[in-house]
């Protein structure tokens, strides 16, 4: 008995090794964002909370680079990924992906042209990627101040639809789509 191997490529059937771990690591990065910024809004600034909140920009500079390399990947992939069909719901998966993958890009997006524009030098993992500046650009940390909170739940709100739509495939329709990012398949 041959065990089939995940492709590196994504194919009509599966995806391939790449594409699941982008998937993968980010939910999970996104997952601990969405803990600590959760925990904050319901405990406010309290030192237990240091290690989630305090580590917010530096995965979220993470995320960003992640975010951008699944977005050339699906485009590089883009005509031999798993279909989902030509109907209502086929329409409604490809509108729901496409809508997570814009506020994926633009959740980071603003945070960081906020952080730019700021007056603070922006140093994730102590390294310093924007040098403090003696005035701040005003427009980009009010675009960052405005957006990015409100977009970061939009986003939220969006990959729990995600997370029940793979749920009633699973329960309901049975039709194996969790196991395109999980199982072994050529
Ligand atoms: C995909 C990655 C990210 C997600 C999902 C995310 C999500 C969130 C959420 C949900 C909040 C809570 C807003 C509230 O208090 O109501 C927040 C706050 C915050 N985020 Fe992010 N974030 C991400 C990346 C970043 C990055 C890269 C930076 C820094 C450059 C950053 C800086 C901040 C700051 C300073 C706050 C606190 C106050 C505020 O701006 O509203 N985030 N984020």
New binding site residues.
Partial sequence: MTIPSTPILDTVDVYGRVTRWLHWSIALL?AW??LG?GL??IFGRQPFLAPLVGS??PV??V??VL?VLRVIWAVVNRRNRPRHGNGLLGIAAVTGHGLLYLA?VM??CV??L??YGSERA?APFGFEIFPARATEIGWMVDL??LL??EL??V??ALILGHVVMVGIHETMWRDGTLARMTRAGS
Avoid: D, E, S
């Fill in positions: 996104l964002q969405f910024m904050k809004l917010h920009q979220g500079t995320l960003f975010i994926m959740v980071p945070a960081l906020r952080a922006f960052g101040g990015h909170g970061g739940w986003l939220g």
